[in-house]
């Protein structure tokens, strides 16, 4: 089919042309395939399929499935914790693949509230739970992205604990990243071979936190987040030597401070506010809603906007080399402007199609 094409596109495009020889007339036609396999989105759907565990940053629907609709209720939007599509959606249309939560008979397992383990906590499986599900009935496809993202959670129940227990609040940090581990280590071992892993974000930066103005605090939400990461960081290390799979790697953590720094070059103007000031935690509803979520960081006190997903998705697809649209459409167009400026230049013997 792509042969037809290109060959119609040369013959009607160039029809009335003259150049040089069979050689350009093939370096023409190379040019418009290029293109067409770019286009068709072949460059960026090198995975087969994508598949999502984690806690309410990317879950799809399964809390509301699993709550009949209450959580989250409306402001929420459709099953996200957000007022719109969140990075999962994202990055999904980006690959060109669903992203229907697990029980509708999808491939995003995450649940809203999850920890890192295989507890069921409420209506939430947690991490561990969820790959344990996913592996006890299914071969993992080798080609297909995997994306493990949690830590945030427990990073909270840390934080509580610390008041009463700083070393066993630490103990708490070291578990989960030891379950982001086995939780990767079970996936590479039922087959998946390519992983996308975000680390968590800086909870210091969140309104739970920052709105209380309370200096040691932030001191430890920071603080835990950073051993966090760098324990996960080490894992990660560990995890590719030990069983030859690619990480791909997100900084949560420094997109979010960037934001947070500099909300201006994001199109935010409020880093510090949930536009929606509503129950967060048990879903009674009540609040208000801003009239501009789009240039808020957050949605409520804890969860991001779509408008912060949208640039969370945006920088895992940099860091998934998924080329962005403008660049498809600009490389295209360079390829064709490449064919007719060498064929403009065509000075010897001439051979008309």
Not at 249 to 254: G, I, N, P, Q
Not at 297 to 305: G, L, R, S
């Amino acid at each position: 089919m792509k042969t037809l094409i290109f060959n119609w596109l040369t013959r009607s495009l160039f029809k009335n042309t003259i150049i040089k020889t069979p050689v350009k007339l093939r370096y023409i036609q190379s040019c418009l395939l290029l293109s067409i396999f770019i286009s068709s989105g072949a460059w960026a759907t090198a995975f087969s399929n994508l598949y999502v565990f984690g806690d309410s940053l990317s879950d799809t629907g399964n809390v509301s499935l699993l709550t009949g609709g209450a959580v989250p209720n409306a402001p929420y939007y459709a099953g996200r914790l957000s007022n719109g599509p969140n990075y999962v959606d994202d990055l999904g249309a980006k690959l060109g693949f669903s992203t229907l939560p697990s029980l509708m008979g999808g491939t995003n397992y995450a649940n809203g509230g999850a920890r890192t383990d295989s507890h069921f906590l409420g209506p939430t499986y947690g991490i561990l739970g969820q790959v344990n599900s996913y592996v006890s009935s299914l071969s993992a496809d080798p080609n297909a992205l995997y994306i493990v993202f949690g830590g945030a959670n427990d990073i909270q129940d840390a934080i509580a604990a610390s008041i009463n227990n700083f070393g066993a609040a630490q103990s708490l940090v070291t578990a989960a990243v030891n379950n982001i581990d086995t939780a990767l280590r079970n996936l590479a071992n039922d087959g998946a071979k390519q992983f996308l892993v975000p680390n968590t974000p800086d909870l210091a930066m969140v309104p739970r936190v920052s709105m209380l103005g309370i200096t040691s605090l932030s001191f430890v939400a920071n603080l835990f987040a950073t051993q966090f990461n760098t324990l996960l960081d080490s894992k990660l290390n560990t995890l590719q030597i030990d069983l030859g799979v690619n990480i791909t790697r997100f900084d949560t953590f420094s997109v979010l401070n960037d934001v947070v720094a500099n909300p201006g070059n994001f199109g935010i103007t409020n880093v510090t506010d949930p536009c929606y000031t509503g129950d967060d935690q048990n879903f009674t509803g009540g609040g208000t809603v801003c009239s501009n979520p789009d240039q808020y960081a957050f949605w409520d006190t804890i969860h991001p906007t779509a408008q912060l997903h949208q640039i969370l998705a945006n920088g895992m697809a940099r860091a998934l080399q998924i080329p962005e649209p403008d660049t498809i459409f600009l490389l295209i167009s360079g390829l064709i402007g490449v064919a007719l400026l060498r064929m403009n230049r065509i000075v010897t013997r001439q051979v008309r199609i």
